[in-house]
C-alpha cells in the first residue's frame, strides 16, 4: 500500500478546482517547523524554560512540528490532534510520541505534563465557549501544580482573519459569513466546511473561560507583557489599557498560563523580575529552577534574591551572602529536609527561615565548614516553590579598605533533599 503524501491528501481536500490552496496548504506544513521554533522563541525571553527531563504536551501538534525541538532539548514529548490526516505525517521514536485524541476529554492522568503548548487550537472547537472552556479545564488537569501552560489563539476584534485570509468575516452575521468566504476564499470552505467551525474568542470571553476553568495569565495582558511594560513599549495603546480595552488590541493572545493558585509562586521565573546576584555576570544560559543550588556545577542568579554577592577569583564554587540571603528553591517531589553547606571565616550565629517560618539556626566557629540538614515543617513539599533566607547575626568588612562589602557566610550549596 502507498504511503500517502502531503500532497495526496491536499488533493483529496482541494480537488483539482484549487492547485493554488493546495500548493499553499502543503508550503504551510512543510514549513511549520520553523515557525513552531519561532513561536517558541517568543516565549524564551518571558521565564525560564527547562525542558531536560520534563514531560510535555503539544495538544494539537499537526505534523509534530515542536517535537524536533523539545525532545532535543531532552524533553519526553506527546503529541495530541484530533485530524488523524495531519497527524499520520508526526514520526514517533523513543523521545516522542503521538495519539489521535479530542482535546475537551485527555487521555492523560491528572498533573501529570510540566508543560502543555496549545498554539492556535482553542478556536477549532467547533462547539464554541462550551467546549472552549472544557478544554482549558482539561489542560489545567493534566498540568502539575506548577507547570505551564503556552497558548496562542486569534483576536475575534482583530480585522483580519487568518485561517480564511480574509478582512471582517467574523464580524457578519452568520448567514452571510459562508457565502461571502465561498465569493472570495473558496478553498476555505472546502478544508472547513463553513466558517462557523472557526470560533475566534473575544477577551471578555477567553477571560471568563480562563477565570471559570481555574487558569490565569503569568502576565497582566496576553502578550507577554505587564502593564509597566506594556505603556512602556506603546504609549497609545497603554493609555486605551487604562480604559479596559488593553486585550482588544492584539491580532492575536499569546501568553504563559498557570493554575490561578500558582500565579504569584510562578512569576518568581519571569526574566523581567528575577534580581540577579550583586555583581553577577550573567549570560541568560540558565534554565528553570532546581530544588538544589550547587555553585560549584554552574550559576543560579535566576533563583537568587537579595543578598548574594558574587564569586571571589573566578571561582565557580561558592558566594558570599551579606548579613541576609534569599533564594527560591522548586521542589517537584517530597523532600522532607532543607541541606546546607558553607564555610564561615569568622564566629558567627545564623538562623534559617523557609516561606516565613524559622525551620532552625546554628551557631558557626571562626574558620569552620558547616554540613546542616533542617527538617521542613510542611504537610505538603512537592509541587511548591520556596523562598528560603539565610539570617546571620553578624556580618564583617573585608580586611582591604576598598572593598566595602558586608560578608555574613560562604555558601557551596543549598538545597532540598530527601
Known sequence: MKTPTLKDVASQIFGSEHPEAEASWIDYWEKSPERARELLGTFEPLTWFDFKGKRVLDIGCGIGS???????????????????????????????????????????????????????????????????????RELRRVLRPLGMILLTTPNWWYPYEAHSDLFCPQYLPSPLRDPYVAWRNPAFLREHGSFSNIRLMKPLTLRRCLRESGLT?????????????????????????????????????????????????????LKNRRP????????????????????????????????????EDGS?????????????????QSTPFFHLHGYSPRENHFEVWVDGQRIGEHYIRAESDFRLRFLLPFERTEDRIFRVSLCCDKAFRPSDSRDERELGVIVFSAGLRP
Open 316 to 332: 565557580p564554587s561558592l558566594r558570599w551572602t551579606k548579613r541576609e540571603a534569599v533564594c527560591y528553591l522548586e521542589a517537584r
Open 217 to 269: 495569565f503569568l502576565h497582566s495582558f496576553p502578550c507577554g507583557l505587564d502593564k509597566r511594560d506594556y505603556s512602556k513599549l506603546f504609549p497609545f495603546r497603554g493609555l486605551l489599557a487604562k480604559l479596559g480595552l488593553g486585550w482588544h488590541l492584539h491580532a492575536e493572545f499569546w501568553g504563559i498560563l498557570a493554575r490561578q493558585e500558582a500565579r504569584e509562586r510562578l512569576r518568581l521565573k
Open 66 to 136: 515542536l517535537s524536533d525541538v523539545l525532545s532535543a532539548r531532552g524533553a519526553e514529548y506527546v503529541g495530541g490532534d484530533y485530524t488523524f490526516h495531519v497527524l499520520q505525517f508526526a514520526t514517533p521514536s523513543s523521545a516522542k510520541s503521538y495519539l489521535q485524541c479530542n482535546g475537551i476529554s485527555l487521555p492523560f492522568r491528572d498533573g501529570c505534563f510540566d508543560y502543555v503548548f496549545a498554539f492556535d487550537v482553542i478556536e477549532h472547537l467547533v462547539g464554541g465557549t462550551g467546549w472552549q472552556l472544557q478544554f482549558l
Open 276 to 311: 540577579r546576584g550583586q555583581n553577577e555576570a550573567w549570560d541568560g544560559s540558565q534554565g528553570d529552577f532546581s530544588p538544589i543550588i550547587d555553585f560549584d556545577q554552574g550559576t543560579f542568579a535566576n533563583q537568587l534574591g537579595p543578598g548574594w554577592y558574587a564569586r
